[in-house]
């Protein structure tokens, strides 16, 4: 845990310790950045190969395909997060960090992956049956389209930011059992800081789109401040932890 965790109070703080910490230290963060957008379109790639036809087979086929590579995407996921959360605790992080999910705690990963992907497969299947087996191409059934995506999509994101901790849980807790990884997560994770998290990730979409508008260029620099502000969040999320953990051994 970073020395400067006691002191972050707001998003703002967050942000401002991200830019600090950035400062001077850009290359290594905007090419794991790259990393991290090449590696999120080979897996999108795949998932577009998927749609092959509106058949049973096909549905079945887009389905297992659906499981697996999101599943994997976790460890990637969670190399992102150790070298994020790395980057904030040592003077010096390594790039080698973003393989950490394929080298230990593959078995807790996978299976968070695992769990996030049914909750979003099962929450998503209305509109998956509906675009498979059904015609979209009246503007009702396109609207209706529409509204299963979003609806299923908003939900998936809501869960996922509840559980945002959960890799940096496992980054600071290696080799732990899964139960113990999520009792943790909903315990730094209660309903103030799940809006505060929200907040956060709210704040950083005018920077998007601008770098958007960059042509993407611009994302280089906003992906590893939004990841390195994740990251201090985490680490304040921890902070206030134990800060209540002490609170109530004292008052026991």
């Given at each position: ?5 006691c ?55 887009y ?19 150790r ?6 605790t040592t ?10 999910g ?10 968070i ?15 998956l049956i ?18 299963l ?29 899964l ?44 992906v ?15 902070e ?13």
């Amino acid at each position: 845990m970073s020395d400067n965790a006691c002191k972050i109070r707001t998003n703002r703080e967050i942000r401002s310790y991200a830019r600090e910490r950035l400062l001077g230290n850009m290359l290594i963060p905007c090419l794991v950045t790259f990393f991290f957008f090449s590696a999120k379109n080979v897996f999108e790639m795949f998932m577009q190969l998927g749609v092959l036809g509106s058949d049973m087979f096909a549905f079945i086929f887009y389905i297992a395909l659906f499981i697996t590579v999101n599943s994997i995407w976790g460890l990637i996921r969670f190399g992102i997060s150790r070298y994020f959360l790395s980057f904030i605790t040592t003077k010096k992080a390594s790039p080698a960090n973003i393989f950490a999910g394929f080298k230990g705690s593959t078995e807790t990963i996978i299976s968070i992956s695992l769990i996030l992907t049914i909750i979003s497969l099962i929450l998503q299947l209305p509109y998956l049956i509906y675009t498979f087996f059904y015609s979209v191409n009246t503007l009702p059934s396109f609207l209706l389209s529409l509204v299963l995506f979003f609806a299923a999509n908003l939900i998936v994101y809501l869960i996922e930011a509840y559980l945002a901790p959960i890799y940096f849980v496992i980054c600071d807790n290696p080799g732990s059992r899964l139960p113990w990884i999520i009792v943790i997560t909903f315990s730094l994770m209660n309903t103030k800081n799940f809006f505060k998290y929200i907040g956060l990730q709210i704040s950083f979409i005018p920077l998007y789109l601008l770098g958007l508008l960059s042509f993407g260029i611009g994302l280089l620099w906003v992906v590893p401040y939004a990841y390195t502000s994740y990251a201090y969040f985490y680490e304040s999320l921890c902070e206030e932890y134990l800060s209540r953990q002490k609170k109530a051994a004292v008052n026991e």
